[in-house]
């Protein structure tokens, strides 16, 4: 089993619509979690952090976090054609750890 | 302006051939770190270290080494490159660990032949 997992996709959705990334984890003492963006040929950018259970909210993003079921998820609302890229989960181990272990990422087509 | 710098940006080279992937960061951050991303295989963690002279592995620290010995370089060492390697190499920085936000340097893209 992978550490963390995300369905590939790719993820089309209309512009304007809401889109749903999801990513789930295997180690249960993980305790901070991040998505990222990725434009093609592009590097990484933090798009939310989130460590407590529950919803964040960033402007058009939301971050939900449940840690008894282990998954991440972000939310774009009003999905805009910029939004096309590659998302990527990302997850720190707590005690310490230092290590952080990325998803394979979620391809997102916004279609116009 | 705050960022996270690498040369080159773009090596061919050949196999045994030693090279030297720079990264500095200008954040004053105390945790760098080294990723290689594959199609499929996503980013993966390479070494990464928590301040001066503290280094550690990552997921896939073979055929890699680094070095710490300014707070703002992490340069990754490559002694003896094989085709195995050729991949896309990001540097990153955090404030303080894995549980911050990390900043991405541009990206080393690498071939090895």
């Known amino acids: 089993q992978k550490e963390v997992e995300q369905n590939s996709g790719p993820l089309s959705v209309p512009e304007g619509a809401i889109a749903s990334l999801n990513c789930t984890y295997s180690d249960r003492v993980s305790q901070s979690f991040f998505w990222y963006r990725q434009y093609s040929g592009k590097s990484p950018e933090l798009i939310m952090s989130?460590?407590?259970?529950g919803d964040k909210e960033d402007g058009r993003f939301t971050a939900q976090l449940n840690k008894a079921s282990q998954y991440v998820s972000l939310l774009i609302r009003d999905s805009q054609p910029s939004d096309s890229a590659t998302y990527l989960c990302a997850v720190n181990k707590a005690g310490g750890y230092q290590k952080v272990t990325f998803g394979t990422g979620t391809k997102l087509q916004v279609i116009p | 302006e705050a960022q996270v710098t690498q040369n080159p940006r773009y090596l061919i080279t050949v196999t045994g051939k030693k090279l030297t992937v720079t990264c500095s960061q200008n954040?004053?951050?105390?945790?760098m770190s080294w990723y290689r991303q594959d199609p499929g295989l996503g980013l993966r963690q390479i070494y990464y270290s928590m301040n001066v002279e503290v280094t550690d592995k990552g997921d896939v620290p073979e055929g890699y080494k680094v070095s710490r010995k300014e707070k703002r370089n992490f340069p990754l060492i490559l002694e003896s490159p094989s085709p195995n390697q050729t991949s896309l190499y990001f540097c990153a920085s955090s404030l303080q660990g894995g549980s911050y936000e990390q900043y991405f340097g541009p990206g080393t893209r690498l071939t090895v032949t």
């Open positions: 989130i460590y407590s259970n």
């Open positions: 954040m004053n951050h105390e945790y």
